[in-house]
């Protein structure tokens, strides 16, 4: 399985962006899939997650109500949109496919699969 995250760039506080990633090798629907971030001397943490069937989200509460994650069967791919950003949203996104649930969040499988970040740069 391989995974591509796109969109990120730099944007002024208040502004949008919308992250992409393309996923090959196995389906969307084969995966719980998030989106991760870290930011420089953060953990990383997840800020979002949909279950494989596609029927139910899950967002972090520093980012509930202002990002949306979605996928694209057809396309075979992930979408975060990102509104309202503002500087503690900057950081290295990554998507990553076979999340599992724990507790209160998401965790990355020992056996899931990342793809490159891309940067997203809020500035004030």
């Known amino acids: 399985v391989q995974l591509q995250a796109s969109g990120g760039g730099l944007v002024q506080a208040g502004g949008s962006l919308r992250l992409s990633c393309a996923v090959s090798?196995?389906?969307?629907?084969?995966?719980?899939m998030g989106w991760f971030r870290q930011a420089p001397g953060k953990e990383r943490e997840v800020v979002g997650a949909i279950t494989s069937s596609g029927g139910a989200t899950w967002y972090a509460d520093s980012v509930k109500g202002r990002f949306t994650i979605s996928r694209d069967v057809a396309k075979n791919a992930l979408y975060l949109q990102m509104n309202n950003l503002n500087p503690e949203d900057t950081a290295v996104y990554y998507c990553a496919a076979d999340l599992r649930w724990r507790s209160t969040t998401w965790y990355p499988s020992p056996e899931g699969y990342w793809g490159p970040g891309t940067q997203v740069t809020v500035s004030s």
């Open positions: 090798g196995r389906t969307v629907s084969s995966y719980h």
